[in-house]
Each structure stands twice: as C-alpha cells, then as structure tokens.
C-alpha cells in the first residue's frame, strides 16, 4: 500500500508565499519514489480539479510542468531521500484558493486527474486580499 499526505496550507495575504510538501509513505513507495511522477491539482468550490503543475521520476530527468495560470510563480522540487515532493507558491492571488491535492503515478506523468493512481487527502490554501 501506499499513502501521500500534503502539509503546508494555510491562510495568506495576497502577494504572499506558501510551500507545500507531499510526502509518500508505505510499502508501494519504499525504494521506488523515484520512480514515481507526481502531480500537483488544486480543487475551488463548486469548479472540477485543475491541473497546477506535475514533475516526473528521476530518471526521465525530473522534467517539471506548469499550468499556464501558475507558470513563474509556482515551483515544483523533489527530495527523493526524504520521499517527498515540494510546491512552492509565491505571487499568491485570491483565484489560487482551493484545496491542493498531490498525486503519484508510476512511470507516467501526465496532466490529467484520472491518469494518477495515489492521491493524497489535499490541503487547503486560502489567499486573502
């Protein structure tokens, strides 16, 4: 089995920063996080999961992807020794409030929800104006 779980929402002011961190834990990731791509999609009330950004395993070169609406503010890192992976978020505005879920697939990154196997539970950003 295999568990993500997302850490770093809060509350901030427009303008402001915050980074979240997906950490993998559990049998199907031990060892083998690097093999996993992972991506990031946020959730607004009322709106579908949207794709924020997503980097891929370690030996595809750890290659990183943005949604258009994030690109240049928000930055996608892995630490594969510490199973985890990071969304920076700086420039934050009033539309990036949602619930932030990550999510792994083996092999494969891609941006569509239903091509992710592990989801986490989401954390939840709300930027203030």
């Known amino acids: 089995q295999g568990q993500l779980a997302e850490s770093g929402g809060g509350l901030v002011q427009a303008g402001g920063s915050l980074r979240l961190s997906c950490v993998a834990s559990g049998h199907t990731f031990s060892n083998t996080f690097s093999n996993y791509a992972v991506g990031w999609f946020r959730q607004a009330p009322g709106k579908e999961r949207e794709f924020v950004g997503a980097i891929s395993w370690t030996l595809n070169g750890e290659t990183t992807y943005y949604a258009d609406s994030v690109k240049g503010r928000f930055t996608i890192s892995r630490d594969n020794a510490r199973n985890t992976v990071y969304l920076q978020m700086n420039s934050l505005n009033v539309v990036d409030t949602a619930v932030y879920y990550c999510?792994?697939?083996?092999?494969?990154?891609?941006?569509?929800?239903?091509?992710?196997?592990?989801w986490g539970q989401g954390t939840q950003v709300t930027v203030s104006s």
């Open positions: 999510a792994a697939d083996l092999l494969r990154v891609g941006r569509a929800p239903s091509e992710y196997d592990y």
